[in-house]
């Protein structure tokens, strides 16, 4: 006797179901294409949203001390310790809207042994080198980011989530993902160039002229493959959030993409695995300016739109985070909301 396969579950099948919920067509606006998504993704017209985490990767970046900050290097390592004791504001929105949140230290200078295991430890090393005078990490350590940032996704997984945002933290994150940027989609590189945590004029002339000079020194870059593009200019945690998108599609998982340095590796990840698109939502537009450009190379790939535009620049997965209940109301609508020929409505047909 032969198995025979089940159908799989098509767009047109999600969008029948939709179309005959008590409403006008499309009156829901995106939502429905929030819950068309995740109905694809899961293959059911009952979809679950099951224990929601929020994975923030940090590291330092040896660029930082070349003054492209606003904040000094050792703000980094003080950052995550604020995460562990529950005072930042990714500890705020985790706690208001119900998600785990996962700390990982990628490459943190100091060590975080004194907090009981409240941060995770994957620490490639004490920071990246300055991409200024030599690649930020070896490829050996890229190789080893990737893949500590893989087996995060798989010991979240094990515990029954399907839905990750994503997050980060590390001074100087943006000067690496600004270059990445540029290197991987052609934008000219002072469009991709933003204040950060908050540079002045002169603040933001140096960083431009620090990043001029840092892709001068290495023009092999600019034609290399993405995965010695990452090497060369990436940051610890950026690599580990490449490594963690590319193994969420394993395991089903609804990927929220916050801003401008998870929109980096994103960008990263799509060079090996185009198909990891239709399993993200980007949930927010930052007000870092490189981050509109990346936004619109996105969408250019086929990604629906950001969620949200509030100005939000912390990084943090903080606008993933702040987008998640939009999932569960696209997720709830498809599941609870009644048709017309259940609710005894006359449609318009």
Same mark, same amino acid.
């Given at each position: ?99 785990? =949140? ?80 540029? =290197? ?71 990927? =929220? ?93």
């Amino acid at each position: 006797m032969n198995d025979i396969a089940p159908a799989l579950l098509t767009a047109a099948d999600v969008q029948h179901v939709l179309d005959h919920k008590t409403k006008p067509l499309g009156a829901l606006g995106r939502l429905e294409g929030l819950a068309k998504q995740i109905a694809l993704l899961q293959q059911t017209l009952t979809p679950r949203l099951t224990r929601p985490h929020a994975v923030v990767f940090a590291a330092d970046h040896g660029i930082a001390s070349e003054g492209v900050s606003a904040y000094p290097p050792e703000v980094t390592h003080q950052m995550v310790r604020n995460f562990a004791a529950g005072g930042a504001a990714i500890n705020v929105f985790c706690r208001l809207h119900g998600l785990e =949140l996962v700390v990982v230290d990628a490459g943190v200078r100091g060590s975080f042994s004194d907090l009981g295991g409240r941060v995770r430890d994957e620490k490639i090393a004490e920071g990246t080198a300055s991409f200024l005078n030599r690649p930020a990490m070896t490829a050996d350590q890229c190789a080893d980011a990737l893949a500590r940032g893989a087996a995060v996704v798989r010991d979240v997984a094990a515990t029954g989530c399907n839905v990750l945002a994503f997050g980060e933290m590390g001074i100087g994150n943006t000067s690496s993902a600004a270059v990445l940027q540029h =290197l991987l989609t052609g934008a000219p590189l002072a469009d991709c160039i933003g204040r950060g945590t908050g540079l002045d004029d002169a603040g933001l002339a140096h960083k431009q002229a620090v990043l001029t000079r840092a892709l001068a020194n290495y023009q092999q870059a600019v034609t290399a493959a993405p995965r010695v593009v990452l090497t060369t200019f990436g940051g610890f945690e950026i690599a580990q959030l490449v490594g963690a998108m590319l193994e969420a599609p394993r395991h089903g998982m609804l990927v =929220l993409v916050d801003g401008f340095i998870v929109g980096a590796a994103l960008l990263v990840a799509l060079q090996e695995n185009p198909d990891l698109l239709a399993q993200c939502v980007l949930t927010h537009r930052s007000a870092e300016s490189g981050h509109r450009l990346l936004v619109a190379e996105l969408e250019r790939l086929g990604a629906a739109p950001p969620l949200l535009d509030l100005g939000l620049r912390l990084g943090e997965g903080t606008g993933a985070v702040l987008a998640y209940p939009l999932m569960q109301a696209a997720v709830a609508m498809l599941n609870e909301m009644a048709s017309f020929e259940s609710a005894g409505v006359a449609s318009s047909e």
